[in-house]
């Protein structure tokens, strides 16, 4: 099921969340409706497994696959996916193809009200940010990603972001001691999800030196 599958992806545990996705994918034949959002979970947790060239795989047949059912919704979240991953494999170009593709899936999934796809998408948006080294705006767009993940329900993307946050709250304008107290609240928020809170705790030295 869905929910079966989110819980899956969501797992700290990446090399399990691989292995058990993997397994539940080859149950679903070509052509089932379900098996475009297990490819989707699938290649989102090999992507950030280190996993990238099985991961473009699996993501490109989702898209395909979307696009064969005219499913715009579906193949706009693998598009949003595949993003992701050219960042790390194919950086070249990667801020200008980012921000346009964004901007028309977020215009769908602002038609469709697809909170989880807003979601998404805006995080790219919050990426193309960091690139820029616009710390403010990706404090402020990720503020924005919370609340759609929130009401989605969609804690990973959630705990993904806070992160993000931190960084912009440390490197931007927001004074240092301010930036102490709300890096200690966002590690709160947290709730010890490992990889988030490595980052956090990064931003949070940093501060405190300041």
């Known amino acids: 099921s869905g929910a079966g599958r989110a819980r899956l992806a969501g797992r700290d545990d990446l090399p399990a969340a691989v292995n058990l996705l993997s397994r539940a994918l080859d149950l679903l034949p070509s052509g089932d409706p379900d098996r475009i959002g297990s490819l989707l979970d699938l290649g989102d947790a090999l992507a950030e497994a280190g996993e990238w060239g099985r991961a473009h795989e699996v993501l490109s047949e989702a898209v395909d696959g979307a696009q064969l059912a005219d499913d715009r919704l579906l193949s706009a979240r693998g598009t949003i996916a595949l993003l992701y991953l050219d960042e790390v ?23 469709s009200g697809d909170r989880v796809g807003l979601a998404h998408s805006w995080r790219v948006i ?10 403010a705006e990706l404090e402020r767009v990720g503020q924005r990603i919370i609340g759609y993940a ?17 960084a912009s709250l440390c490197l931007g304008p927001t004074p240092a001691g301010e930036a102490v107290e709300r890096c200690q609240r966002i590690l709160a928020e947290l709730g010890g999800a490992p990889r988030p809170t490595m980052m956090v705790l990064d931003s949070l030295a940093l501060c405190s030196a300041m």
């Open 150 to 166: 929130r009401r989605a329900g969609d804690r990973r993307t959630e705990t993904r972001i806070l992160g993000g946050i931190a």
């Open 89 to 111: 494999t194919r950086p070249q170009g990667w801020t200008e193809q980012a921000e346009r593709e964004a901007g028309r899936a977020i215009a769908l999934f602002e038609q």
């Open 126 to 135: 919050a990426h193309v940010y960091n690139r820029r080294l616009q710390w």
